[in-house]
């Protein structure tokens, strides 16, 4: 069995920036791609960035410039490094391992 660990959301302003972190135990060897995924308020859930296991990355394009994914497979841990927040990024963050492994979420609110 899988588990996923999140950790880095909370309140921050506009403008500001915010480090997501997800660490993977349990049954695994090695990890050929991890993803972020996000849902807002009244919002279905979506994709915000991917990584895969040779350092190619996938964005959302609301996204794209602003954040940076990242990974260390050693550690089993990927990074969410989000810059110059808008309010419309506020929602809950989730980690996902491939085919079916979520982390519990880390609430993101960007407000001033």
């Known amino acids: 069995q899988v588990q996923l660990v999140e950790s880095g959301g909370g309140l921050v302003q506009p403008g500001g920036s915010l480090r997501l972190s997800c660490t993977a135990s349990?049954?695994?060897?090695?990890?050929?791609?991890m993803a972020w995924y996000r849902q807002g308020p009244g919002k279905q859930r979506e994709l915000v960035a991917g990584i895969t296991i040779n350092g190619s990355t996938t964005y959302s394009d609301s996204v794209l410039g602003r954040f940076t994914i990242s990974g260390d497979n050693a550690k089993k841990t990927v990074y969410l490094q989000m810059n110059s927040l808008k309010p419309e990024d506020t929602a809950v963050y989730y980690c996902?391992?491939?085919?079916?492994?979520w982390g519990q979420g880390t609430q993101v609110t960007v407000s001033s």
């Open positions: 349990g049954r695994i060897r090695i990890i050929y791609y």
């Open positions: 996902y391992l491939p085919p079916s492994s």
